[in-house]
Each structure stands twice: as structure tokens, then as C-alpha cells.
T-cell receptor
Framework: GQQLNQSPQSMFIQEGEDVSMNCTSS?????WLWYKQDPGEGPVLLIA?????ELTSNGRLTAQFGITRKDSFLNISASIPSDVGIYFC???????????????FGKGTKLSVIP | ETGVTQSPTHLIKTRGQQVTLRCSSQ?????VSWYQQALGQGPQFIFQ???????GRGNFPPRFSGLQFPNYSSELNVNALELDDSALYLC??????????FGPGTRLTVL
């Protein structure tokens, strides 16, 4: 199945550093979402973006919806140990059924924070 | 507010068997989507249910089927299990397909 190009695949950073990850696609999406997944858990929604060019913050997290609607990035400022996990971008598009929406995910960025 | 719940947590089946996974949507949500997440990959869209009917499907064969009930809960059924069906199966609920909130998943192992 289709997946978005998400980079980097993994990151090791010192506690307190800022983090940046991005996601690109060959297709246009109407909505971009960022999720965090901890081991053995389901993805947790962090930020949703609805308009091209939109910049949205949620605490130490900031995400932007690219102007071409084919990319998005996520920044985490002043990282802390609990930021450890896998971060997924997802593009939302209309599905095959009327009023149907489906998410296309990247492969994830695994973040490790060194105390 | 109750979040999305899934059962069972873990399941072990043998090749050729059939399995049913269950999902209860978050209160106020009327749409349920199912995703398959293989190890080291992002979730892959299987299908979506709205008003008790399938209204969107990803690239999965017909042996993957589902149901949605009047209370918006849902089941995912997989027939003739194959080894490659081993994965984490995630259910996500939303209001009419907008922001999707995921449950903890069911880990299926096919031997």
C-alpha cells in the first residue's frame, strides 16, 4: 500500500534539544495529522492541520501544512525523556465511498532522548 | 468521555483459521475505521464503516470483512488466515470521518 516519505527514520538527541521531522507525498492531501505511538499502544493524535500554509502549535509541538499540500513538518522544542516514541505523519484524503475518509501514514520517525 | 477500546488485546491463531476483532468507538463518534500495522511500518487503511455500511476500502482482499452495529461499535473479521496477517490491528473512531482517534490495538499472531 501507499506510504508517505517520512524522515529521518530515527533520531538520537540530548534532552533539551529541538527536534525536526518531515513528511512528503506525491499526492495532495486535504488534512495532515501527526500522531505519536508508544510501544504496545495505539497512535495518539498530536496535531491536525486543515489548510495549506497553516502553522499550528500544541505546547512544545509545532507543525506546518505545506503550501503545495504535499508535505508537512513537525518540530518539538526543548525535548524531554517522555518525548521518546515513534512519530507518524498521516495525510487524510477522500476514500472510495461517499463521505469516506482514509489516512495514509508514513513509516514513522523513532525518537530517542538521551537524559 | 470514554475512549476507543478494542478486544482482545492479544490473539494467537493458526493458518487457515478465522478471527473476529472488536472495537467500541469513542462516545459521540459515528464512524469506525480499521487499520493493519505490520512491525516497523505505519498503519495501512483496511476499511471504514459509517451508518452500519462499509463506505471506503483500502487494498485488502475480500477475506477481510467487517460490521458496524447501531451503537457504532464494530467488528473486523478475517477468514482463511495467512502468516502475513500477523500484525497489530487498530481501530479508529471519528465523527463523520474527521479527526480519527485510535484504540490500543489487537496484536494478532498467525502460526
Amino acid at each position: 500500500g501507499q506510504q508517505l516519505n517520512q524522515s529521518p527514520q530515527s533520531m538520537f538527541i540530548q534532552e533539551g534539544e529541538d527536534v525536526s521531522m518531515n513528511c512528503t507525498s506525491s499526492s495532495i492531501f486535504n488534512t495532515w495529522l501527526w500522531y505519536k505511538q508508544d510501544p504496545g499502544e495505539g497512535p495518539v493524535l498530536l496535531i491536525a492541520l486543515y489548510k495549506a500554509g497553516e502553522l499550528t502549535s500544541n505546547g512544545r509541538l509545532t507543525a506546518q501544512f505545506g503550501i503545495t499540500r504535499k508535505d508537512s513538518f513537525l518540530n518539538i522544542s526543548a525535548s524531554i525523556p517522555s518525548d521518546v516514541g515513534i512519530y507518524f505523519c498521516a495525510g487524510q484524503s477522500l476514500g472510495s465511498g461517499a463521505g469516506s475518509y482514509q489516512l495514509t501514514f508514513g513509516k514513522g520517525t523513532k525518537l530517542s532522548v538521551i537524559p | 468521555e470514554t475512549g476507543v477500546t478494542q478486544s482482545p488485546t492479544h490473539l494467537i491463531k493458526t493458518r487457515g483459521q478465522q478471527v473476529t476483532l472488536r472495537c467500541s468507538s469513542q462516545s459521540g463518534h459515528n464512524t469506525v475505521s480499521w487499520y493493519q500495522q505490520a512491525l516497523g511500518q505505519g498503519p495501512q487503511f483496511i476499511f471504514q464503516y459509517y451508518r452500519e455500511e462499509e463506505n471506503g476500502r483500502g487494498n485488502f482482499p475480500p477475506r477481510f470483512s467487517g460490521l458496524q452495529f447501531p451503537n457504532y461499535s464494530s467488528e473486523l473479521n478475517v477468514n482463511a488466515l495467512e502468516l502475513d496477517d500477523s500484525a497489530l490491528y487498530l481501530c479508529a473512531s471519528s465523527y463523520s470521518g474527521t479527526e480519527q482517534f485510535f484504540g490500543p490495538g489487537t496484536r494478532l499472531t498467525v502460526l
